[in-house]
C-alpha cells in the first residue's frame, strides 16, 4: 500500500501542477490580464447594396433632388437643398419604395387630374430632377422591376390604392402620368414617415401668383442655410495621377505627345489618356474595354470607374448620374457634382460622363473639381419670388438653385430658371 | 534538485498565483459591486432632487449587448410556413415579397420582417407551432413580442386576431434571418443611460413621475443593403415609453414598438 501510495504522488504532482496552470491561466484572463492580445471578432459586410447573394451588386447612383410628405388633412412635410435631411427620409423610405417597384403591376396611363388628386391627399412624392429608368431605380433598392420595363419617371408618388395596399404614380419625361397597382402595404409606407412632422411645403400649383409656374415644384416656407462654395485646386493632377494608374498609362514624356489644341496624350497598353488645356481628363480604349449591355449595367460600371478616379481628389462634393443619351448605336451615361446640397454647373457641361457604342465602354471623361463649403453663409431670393419669376420669364418653368462653377475660387449659389 | 522537489516549488509557487490572482479578481469584483452600488444610490438621490421616483430594484444589471446584422433568410420563411401551414410553394410577388398558399391558409413575408399568415383553421397549439418554425418570443399582454438571445426586440412583435371562418390571422414583424453579432462596441450601463435620458427628455418638455421599467433589449432597423439589431435600453415611464441608444446614450425614435 505504502509502495502504492508512494508510486502515485508524483504522477498526482503533475496533474496538480496543470491544475493550478489552468487555474492561473483562467483567473488571469478574468481579471483582464489577456485583454488586448487577443484578436476581436469583426462584423463582415461590406455595406454595398445589393439585390441578392451571388447576383450583381447595383450602387445608388442618383437621389431626389426634392421630396414631400401630404397627411390625409393636407398638412406637408417637404424637404429640398438638404441633403441630410434627403438621405434621412430615403433611407426610411428604401425598403417600402423597393417593395412598391418591384411587386408592380403594368403602369396604366391616367389623367392629371387623378395624379393632382392624390397628390393633394395622403402621399409620399419623390421628385428625381431628370427622368430615372424605373427598372434601374428598382435595382438600386435592391429588387427587379419587370412589369416596369421601358418606364422612366421624373416625379414618383406613392398613395394608398385598394385593399389597403400602396399604389405607386409617375410622370414620366414626355409629361405623361401613369398609374401601378402594386402588393406594398400602404402601412408600411405610413410606418416609414411617421417620424417627420409638417414644415408648411407646398407645391407652386398650390399657391397663388405662381400659376404660370411649373405646377409640381415644391415651395418650401423656409429655405436652409446655404453657404459659399469654396473651389480647390490640384484635383487635375491628382486624378490624373489616379488615371494613369487605374488605366495603366505610363505618364512619361517618352510615351507622351502633344496634339495641335494643346491636348498633352499618353499612350497606354490599352488606350490612351487625354489631359486638355481646358482640364478635361479622358481616356480612350483600344481594346480590352468593359462590355455593358444593359443600362443598369451602364450606370454602374460608369458609376464605379468614375468613383475611382474621384478617390483621388474628393472632399466634400458628389458626382450623380443625371442620365443617358442615346444617339444612333451609342449611349452617353453623365454625371454631375452636387456639393453644398445644391447641383454644380460648369461652363463646360456635365461633369463625367462614358460612352458606350453597343454596349462597349469607348471612352470616360471627367472635369475633375475639388469643392469645399466655406464659414460664409449667403443671402437668397426666398423661394416664392424666385418662382414667380421663373414663371413670368418662361411659362411651366420651375426656379433651382444651383452654384454655377465660372472658374473662380468661390461659388456662390445662385437661382436659374430650368422648363 | 530532484524532480520531485521541483514540482513541490512548482506547486507551492502555483499555489501562490492563484491565491494573488484570486484575490485581485475578489478585489475587482468586491469593488466594481460596491461603485455599481454607490452609483446607483446616487442616480436615485439626483432623480429623487429632479422629482422623479426610482425604485432601487428596477435598474436590471448589465448584460453585454452587440450591434448585429440580419439579412434575409428564406429557409426561416419556409421553415415558419411549414410548420403553421404544411408544405406550399413560394410565389415571389416582386419586391421581395414572398408568398405561400395551400389548402390550409396563406403566407406572406416581406424583406423589412413584416408578414401576414393566415391560418383557416385554429386547431392546434399555435404557440408550440411558432417555436417549432423557429419563431423566439415572448407573450407580453396581447402582443408577442420577438427575443434574440434571451433580449426583446421591442418593435418586432406580432399578435393572432380570429378571422371569419374560425380561422386564425397572425400578422405584425419578426426578424427576417438570424442575426450575425458584429465587433463587440461599448455598451453604457443603465445609471449613465438614465442620467443621459432625463437630461434629454428634461429639454424635450415631455414630463414624467416615476420610472417603472428599465429594459435592455434591440431594435431592428432596415434597409435595402440588410438589417441592423440596434442595442437599446427601453425606459418605461408614467409619461410613455422611451428608447436609448445603448452605444451612443441618446434617445431613438423606435416605430412599431409599444
Known amino acids: 500500500m505504502k509502495k502504492l501510495l508512494l508510486g502515485l504522488k508524483e504522477p498526482v504532482k503533475s496533474l496538480l501542477i496543470l491544475l493550478l496552470l489552468c487555474s492561473a491561466l483562467f483567473l488571469a484572463w478574468q481579471t483582464g490580464l489577456f485583454s488586448g492580445l487577443l484578436p476581436q471578432s469583426e462584423a463582415e459586410g461590406d455595406g454595398s447594396t445589393g439585390s441578392g447573394e451571388g447576383t450583381l451588386s447595383y450602387t445608388r447612383a442618383a437621389w431626389p433632388c426634392a421630396a414631400a410628405i401630404t397627411w390625409d388633412n393636407g398638412l406637408r412635410y417637404g424637404v429640398k437643398y438638404d441633403d441630410a435631411a434627403m438621405e434621412q427620409i430615403y433611407s426610411q423610405l428604401s425598403v417600402p419604395l423597393g417593395e412598391t417597384l418591384g411587386s408592380s403591376e403594368a403602369p396604366v396611363r391616367i389623367s392629371e387630374k387623378s395624379w393632382t388628386g392624390a397628390l393633394s391627399r395622403g402621399s409620399v412624392f419623390l421628385d428625381y430632377e431628370s427622368a430615372q429608368s424605373l427598372p434601374v431605380l428598382a435595382l438600386w433598392l435592391g429588387t427587379e422591376a419587370e412589369a416596369l420595363a421601358g418606364s422612366n419617371a421624373r416625379r414618383l408618388l406613392l398613395a394608398p390604392g385598394e385593399a389597403e395596399l400602396t399604389q405607386l404614380l409617375f410622370q414620366d419625361a414626355a409629361g405623361r402620368f401613369f398609374r401601378c397597382a402594386t402588393m406594398a402595404t400602404w402601412s408600411s409606407v405610413q410606418t416609414a414617415v411617421s417620424s417627420f412632422l409638417p414644415n408648411g411645403a407646398s407645391f407652386a400649383r398650390e399657391l397663388e401668383g405662381l400659376e404660370a409656374c411649373e405646377p409640381y415644384s415644391l415651395i418650401l416656407e423656409q429655405l436652409p442655410a446655404l453657404t459659399l462654395l469654396q473651389s480647390y485646386p490640384g484635383a487635375l493632377d491628382s486624378c490624373a495621377n489616379r488615371a494613369a494608374q487605374v488605366f495603366s498609362v505610363p505618364m512619361n514624356s517618352g510615351s507622351s505627345y502633344p496634339e495641335p489644341d494643346g491636348t498633352q496624350v499618353y499612350l497606354g497598353e490599352y488606350g490612351s489618356l487625354r489631359r486638355s488645356p481646358e482640364g478635361l481628363l479622358s481616356y480612350r480604349y483600344e481594346e480590352g474595354a468593359p462590355v455593358c449591355k444593359t443600362e443598369a449595367l451602364q450606370i454602374e460600371q460608369s458609376r464605379q470607374l468614375l468613383e475611382q478616379l474621384h478617390e483621388a481628389f474628393r472632399r466634400e462634393e458628389q458626382l450623380f448620374y443625371v442620365g443617358s443619351w442615346e444617339q444612333g448605336d451609342m449611349t452617353t451615361v453623365y454625371f454631375d457634382y452636387r456639393a453644398g446640397s445644391l447641383p454644380v454647373h460648369l461652363e463646360s457641361g456635365h461633369a463625367a460622363w462614358c460612352q458606350f457604342r453597343e454596349g462597349v465602354l469607348q471612352e470616360v471623361g471627367i472635369y475633375p473639381r475639388s469643392y469645399g463649403r466655406s464659414a460664409e453663409n449667403t443671402d437668397l431670393l426666398p423661394e416664392m419670388q424666385a418662382a414667380a419669376a421663373a414663371g413670368s420669364i418662361r411659362a411651366g418653368s420651375e426656379a433651382r438653385l444651383v452654384y454655377p462653377d465660372l472658374g473662380g475660387e468661390s461659388l456662390n449659389p445662385v437661382w436659374s430658371v430650368r422648363g | ?258
Open chain 2, 1 to 258: 534538485m530532484d524532480t520531485g522537489r521541483l514540482k513541490t516549488i512548482a506547486i507551492l509557487i502555483l499555489l501562490l498565483v492563484n491565491a494573488a490572482l484570486g484575490g485581485i479578481l475578489l478585489w475587482d469584483r468586491l469593488s466594481q459591486a460596491d461603485a455599481q452600488a454607490k452609483s446607483r444610490q446616487e442616480l436615485i438621490l439626483v432623480l429623487e432632487r429632479l422629482g422623479i421616483s426610482l425604485e432601487e430594484g428596477v435598474l436590471p444589471s448589465d448584460e453585454p449587448l452587440y450591434r448585429c446584422s440580419v439579412s434575409r433568410d428564406l429557409g426561416s420563411d419556409s421553415a415558419l410556413t411549414l410548420a403553421l401551414l404544411g408544405e406550399a410553394e413560394m410565389q415571389d410577388q416582386g419586391g421581395n415579397i414572398h408568398y405561400y398558399e395551400n389548402k390550409n391558409g396563406w403566407a406572406r413575408y416581406r424583406s423589412s420582417g413584416s408578414f401576414e399568415i393566415t391560418l383557416l383553421s385554429a386547431a392546434g397549439s399555435l404557440e408550440e407551432r411558432m417555436t417549432d418554425g423557429g419563431l423566439g418570443f415572448r407573450r407580453e399582454g396581447s402582443e408577442y413580442v420577438c427575443d434574440f438571445e434571451g433580449m426583446p426586440v421591442f418593435n418586432c412583435r406580432f399578435s393572432l386576431s380570429p378571422v371569419q371562418g374560425g380561422g386564425v390571422l397572425i400578422s405584425g414583424r419578426r426578424l427576417p434571418g438570424t442575426p450575425q453579432a458584429g465587433a463587440a462596441g461599448e455598451t453604457l450601463n443603465a445609471e449613465t443611460v438614465l442620467l443621459r435620458f432625463v437630461d434629454q427628455i428634461s429639454a424635450s418638455g415631455a414630463v414624467f413621475r416615476s420610472i417603472q421599467q428599465i429594459r435592455q433589449g434591440y431594435v431592428l432597423s432596415s434597409s435595402v443593403s440588410g438589417g441592423e439589431l440596434q442595442p437599446v435600453w427601453q425606459i418605461s415611464t408614467d409619461g410613455g415609453v422611451w428608447y436609448m441608444d445603448a452605444e451612443k446614450g441618446s434617445l431613438v425614435s423606435v416605430v412599431g414598438a409599444s
